[in-house]
């Protein structure tokens, strides 16, 4: 209480009605510096992690945030090379696709198929003798996880590779005809994605039969024997219109020499590929188009993605590390850890060292903040210092009337803490109001510059307007605290005044 008492007598006599000129300048000039630098930072600091949660939901729509991939510990196992031997298997090596759907886990046949290699890793077998599943007991473990996270989905996919041939038709002369030619990556269509229907682009013309969604379904058109394709928008820049026909080429192996193999196509859409580094050559292509490809072909992903796997997709990004430190868990109670390797977008090939960027990017920007603010509330050194200078008088006074040194230091200390706390929330307001109407700001300097003032490709076609809540967090502690620490050495002086000294000199 009597600190209490201290503190408010001090507030009579150092914070006068009538200040003078110099210091109402100094405050107001203080208050607008920091202000400015807390709207400066909470807007870079907005937009930056807007756009890292833009690219990592383009990095995750097509390929999900979290992967499954078979280990080496899947390919040698006899679970896996023992369709190579089996008549019941067409003596061919089956992918994780197909031995979910095959009606028995062992086809062999010691009556008529042939002898085991003696180099062969023994049968994985359980309790009563029939041989480990891998691939059906992976699927209830997920099927499992779904019924308890209800908004992650899964799916397995291919990967593949062929020579694109499109028919393009102009209208520069009558019945010309030329063709596009290009190597391309095929991944299977993942119709489990959540994402796929934000991917799709809308048709240019609707009386041609597209690719569309109903009720949450990916209905694709059927013409004929051809399959449906989705290829990347960068092709529709290219004449390519939804309904040329075309044929994806390939090598397979026959009796006496390779042969080339055609599967008919039809552009079914166009879908946005992100930022995957071959995105722009990465068709979505029906399983059994890879199927027929990949039987008697071994294909190698260009960036290092494993060719076959599981997908899946959980609704929050955030959630990701969670679901994977759950899926480790119920792959290790299953006995099923040496098979499977869980990755998550982090670790990803193609999204690695993006992610390590991403990190490195936003380690360096809240350090430049700090600098910045720190900066920024050096003025109220200044302001304080002037202060104290212009109240000398009062503060004698109050020290002769038994105000202790800490009533004076906590004074001018709280001063710095408020014109932080004052600063951060003009600051902050004036940062929600600018973001708010970022894209009419964004026109003007479009307008000003007679150009786009942000690159679409990399930008997108709006900047991301959410103020970030982590941005605000770390204004919120910085200001004031760094408020704080530049008023301490005001208040230091303050309490060293001595009463007599300054009395005898008024």
């Not at 031995?99 to 062999?108: C, M, Q, R």
Request: net charge neutral.
């Amino acid at each position: 209480m009597i600190a209490l008492f201290e503190l408010q007598v001090a507030l009579r006599y150092l914070l006068p009605r009538k200040r003078s000129l110099s210091t109402t300048l100094v405050s107001w000039l203080s208050i607008l510096i920091i202000s400015l630098v807390v709207w400066l930072v909470l807007i870079f600091l907005s937009v930056t992690s807007g756009m890292e949660r833009n690219w990592l939901k383009k990095l995750t729509s097509l390929h999900a945030p979290i992967r499954i991939t078979p280990t080496d510990a899947y390919y040698a196992s006899y679970y896996y090379r023992i369709d190579s031997l089996s008549a019941a298997s067409n003596f061919s090596l089956k992918t994780i696709g197909e031995k979910s759907t095959s009606p028995f886990s062992d086809p062999y046949d010691p009556e008529r198929d042939p002898e085991l290699p003696l180099y062969w890793q023994p049968a994985d077998r359980t309790a009563d003798g029939t041989l480990k599943d891998p691939v059906k007991e992976l699927l209830n473990t997920l099927e499992s996880l779904h019924s308890a996270m209800p908004d992650i989905a899964y799916q397995d996919y291919e990967i593949s590779g062929a020579l694109l041939r499109i028919a393009l038709h102009t209208d520069t002369f009558e019945g010309a005809t030329s063709y596009l030619s290009q190597m391309t990556y095929l991944l299977s269509l993942t119709d489990k994605n959540p994402h796929l229907q934000e991917l799709l682009l809308p048709p240019t013309n609707m009386q041609i039969p597209h690719a569309y969604f109903a009720q949450g379904h990916l209905h694709l058109p059927q013409q004929g024997n051809s399959f449906p394709v989705l290829l990347p928008k960068n092709y529709r820049e290219s004449t390519v219109k939804i309904g040329d026909r075309g044929t994806l080429n390939f090598t397979a192996p026959s009796a006496a020499a390779s042969q080339e193999m055609r599967i008919e196509i039809y552009v079914a859409g166009f879908y946005d590929p992100g930022i995957l580094s071959v995105g722009n050559k990465c068709i979505l292509v029906p399983p059994e188009v890879i199927h027929s490809i990949s039987t008697g072909n071994q294909t190698f992903s260009p960036d290092g993605t494993p060719t076959n796997g599981i997908f899946v997709w959980t609704h929050d990004l955030s959630n990701t590390p969670h679901v994977a430190e759950q899926l480790n868990l119920r792959l290790a109670k299953a006995g099923l850890s040496s098979y499977w390797k869980v990755a998550t977008y982090e670790n990803f090939e193609f999204s690695k060292d993006l992610m390590l960027q991403f990190r490195s990017d936003k380690t360096l920007l809240l350090l430049i903040a700090s600098i910045i603010l720190l900066v920024a509330c050096s003025n109220i050194i200044s302001l304080l210092t002037l202060l104290v200078n212009d109240k000398k008088r009062e503060i004698a006074s109050l020290q002769s009337m038994g105000a202790s040194s800490f009533s004076i230091s906590a004074i001018f200390a709280s001063c710095g803490i408020a014109i932080g706390v004052f600063s951060c929330l003009v600051g902050s307001l004036t940062a929600l109001f600018t973001l708010k109407h970022l894209d009419t700001l964004v026109s003007c300097l479009s307008a000003l510059q007679g150009r786009s003032a942000f690159n679409p490709a990399f930008f997108g076609s709006s900047l991301p307007n959410q103020l970030s809540a982590e941005a605000l967090l770390f204004i919120c502690i910085a200001t004031p605290l760094l408020s704080l620490a530049a008023g301490l050495i005001p208040a230091w002086k303050a309490s060293r005044i001595r009463p007599s000294s300054s009395l005898r000199s008024e």
